[in-house]
């Protein structure tokens, strides 16, 4: 994994923005720490900084490879995971390779193929290829969206990079925020509609998309993948038999690596079943200061992980280590995640990622993630509670008018709330792939797969990729595959909830590969803290930030509603799906505090 940036300008020397690359580089270091290079020419300059995982002596970016009298030139951050297959191909069709790293098979596949390189593909990625023959920038983002690729337009070319913070180093990109962005923080944060990048004139390339800026400065941003409806013809027992085989398909090829690999283990089915499929040696769970002492069940988190835990390291006979995160660490890494994430984010569901990241990274270079197994087995308690379930709406986030409250009122003139989420919710729900005749039932849990993996899923991608990649730990997600995804959007609801369970289908499917009670447990969360000094301490700074007139967030938000947050006065509903409740909504404020002051945001 590493960090990309670059900038192309077809009407002034590229060049002269020599000292900004430096910056760039420099900001992208924690995503790739172990070296950096560059790329120069009056047309395009290409950055990258690199986290060496497989050819470690090799595979040095960028790559560049002379085709005719012109370089074509790559950066690349991801991993391709049909590496071996594509490289046996290409050299049939009479490609020599000097080393065995994916970049140079990525660069060679675009070579062979053009555009057209990207439906062969099977990973994680996010690259930009200059084309010296074309005159021409081509970029793209893997199907899932698990790699970050933001751009910007200017007057006279694009600039791109994996992370805002590194774009906003250009002196042509700037950090202004319109009433949009404002909309995006407040009614759709921690959240980000697909392509914004909350900054005006930021825009991120959605999953799924590829885009060309041609010399002619035309920019093109076209998809070349999407989910489609097809009739699912296999009986229960064949179904289970694909998701057995493509998961642990899917689980093989992301345990290749030359540097340490370990795994998340939360003691849930998810995380459970890679630990068990991947054969890691060393696994590593999250918990909190005193939680066995301040632990309440609820629905959405019906017990502790702590026991389940340690039966999979019996069971599997791993090592294992409970990173402990304390209350005033807590807190402090609030700021930090700001950072990593350049926006507010999921609050402490964010730090503490960040602070166990940071942890792991001190043993492993390379970890496997249970996530995104919800979005598509139908986890989520919005996929089996009829009241969330039929809200007309994104299930996560049923607070739009209290979401609205904490603006000024001079924020939402000329522009309706309730109206803007909800153009974005039916913008999804429109542009689904459906069969002919589809039931009420299996056409809203289209709806719902639609939604979750486009929007929900999108959230804790950035979060997994931003708050791991702070600490150069490359986190892959087997259950994001995109073989899985396309074949699960067309599995009948009834299978997905077999025995009437979350995750029925995937339950039956490990049948055997986990122990009974792992396997059918109750759901649970990512673990936070339910430690009372965690709401003190986020209520003690928000009050310091109130006590500021000249704090940022003001400028933005209620004075009024911020006091009512934490006088326990406003409503109670949950800022954003099951984890955001009042300690992390105040967290919210305090992160979008700090954003505002660090980045310097200017409100337009």
């Known amino acids: 994994m590493c960090g990309i940036a670059g900038f192309v300008d077809f009407k002034e020397d590229a060049r002269q923005y020599e000292e900004t690359y430096r910056e760039m580089k420099r900001r992208l270091g924690r995503r790739g720490p172990d070296e950096n290079g560059d790329y120069l020419s009056e047309r395009a300059c290409l950055v990258h900084a690199r986290l060496a995982v497989v050819d470690l002596e090799n595979g040095k970016q960028p790559m560049t490879e002379r085709v005719g009298d012109n370089d074509v030139v790559l950066v690349y951050n991801g991993e391709l995971y049909n590496t071996d297959e594509l490289r046996r191909e290409l050299q049939l069709l009479g490609h020599h390779f000097k080393e065995r790293s994916d970049t140079e098979v990525l660069l060679r596949s675009y070579i062979e193929w053009g555009e057209d390189c990207l439906q062969k593909f099977n990973g994680i990625y996010a690259f930009a290829i200059w084309d010296g023959n074309k005159g021409e920038l081509f970029a793209a983002r893997d199907r899932m969206g698990v790699k970050p690729f933001f751009y910007s337009l200017t007057e006279s070319g694009l600039v791109f990079a994996s992370e805002i913070k590194a774009l906003l180093c250009h002196p042509l990109v700037t950090p202004e925020v319109d009433r949009g962005g404002i909309a995006e923080l407040l009614l759709i944060g921690p959240g980000r509609t697909p392509g914004y990048g909350v900054f005006r004139h930021v825009d991120e390339l959605k999953p799924g998309h590829y885009l060309k800026f041609s010399k002619e400065g035309k920019l093109t941003q076209k998809p070349y993948w999407s989910l489609k409806a097809r009739e699912h013809k296999q009986s229960f027992e064949e179904t289970m038999e694909v998701v057995r085989y493509l998961l642990g398909d899917a689980i093989k090829r992301q345990t290749v690596s030359d540097v340490p690999l370990c795994a998340f283990l939360s003691g849930g089915l998810d995380s459970s079943a890679i630990s068990a499929l991947s054969g890691v040696k060393r696994t590593f769970s999250v918990e909190y200061s005193e939680n066995d002492k301040y632990f309440k069940k609820s629905l959405f988190q019906p017990d502790s992980d702590n026991k389940y835990i340690d039966q999979m390291v019996s069971f599997l006979g791993i090592q294992h280590k409970h990173i402990v995160i304390g209350t005033e660490e807590l807190t402090d890494a609030l700021f930090e995640a700001v950072e990593a994430r350049d926006l507010p984010g999921m609050a402490d569901v964010d730090s503490s990622l960040l602070l166990f990241c940071r942890s792991v990274k001190e043993y492993a270079t390379v970890a496997l993630s249970g996530e995104c197994a919800d979005e598509l087995f139908g986890g989520y308690p919005w996929y089996r509670d009829d009241t969330l379930l039929n809200h007309d709406g994104f299930p996560w986030s049923q607070s739009i008018g209290y979401r609205a409250s904490f603006a000024r009122p001079e924020v939402w003139e000329g522009l309706s709330?309730?109206?803007?989420?909800?153009?974005?919710?039916?913008?999804?729900?429109?542009?689904?792939?459906?069969?002919?005749?589809?039931?009420?039932?299996?056409?809203?849990?289209?709806?719902?797969?639609?939604?979750?993996?486009?929007?929900?899923?999108?959230?804790?991608?950035?979060?997994?990729?931003?708050?791991?990649?702070?600490?150069?730990?490359?986190?892959?997600?087997?259950?994001?595959?995109?073989?899985?995804?396309?074949?699960?959007?067309?599995?009948?609801?009834?299978?997905?909830?077999?025995?009437?369970?979350?995750?029925?289908?995937?339950?039956?499917?490990?049948?055997?590969?986990?122990?009974?009670?792992?396997?059918?447990?109750?759901?649970?969360?990512?673990?936070?803290?339910?430690?009372?000094?965690?709401?003190?301490?986020?209520?003690?700074?928000?009050?310091?930030?109130?006590?500021?007139?000249?704090?940022?967030?003001?400028?933005?938000?209620s004075r009024e509603a911020l006091e009512n947050l934490l006088t326990?006065?406003?409503?109670?509903?949950?800022?954003?799906?099951?984890?955001?409740?009042?300690?992390?909504?105040?967290?919210?404020?305090?992160?979008?505090?700090?954003?505002?002051k660090k980045y310097q945001v200017k409100l337009v």
């Open 417 to 557: 709330p309730e109206s803007y989420v909800r153009e974005k919710y039916l913008g999804t729900c429109n542009g689904i792939d459906r069969l002919e005749g589809e039931s009420g039932k299996e056409r809203r849990m289209r709806e719902m797969f639609a939604l979750n993996t486009g929007w929900f899923m999108q959230t804790l991608l950035d979060r997994k990729d931003r708050m791991s990649m702070y600490s150069g730990l490359e986190v892959r997600v087997p259950f994001c595959d995109h073989r899985l995804t396309e074949y699960l959007y067309n599995v009948p609801w009834e299978m997905k909830n077999y025995k009437g369970r979350e995750k029925g289908l995937l339950r039956k499917a490990l049948t055997g590969v986990l122990p009974q009670e792992v396997l059918w447990r109750k759901k649970s969360p990512y673990p936070k803290t339910h430690h009372p000094d965690y709401l003190k301490s986020v209520s003690g700074i928000l009050s310091e930030i109130l006590c500021n007139p000249n704090s940022p967030v003001l400028d933005v938000v």
């Open 568 to 596: 326990g006065q406003s409503n109670e509903t949950p800022w954003y799906g099951q984890l955001m409740t009042v300690p992390q909504t105040i967290a919210y404020f305090i992160q979008m505090n700090e954003w505002m």
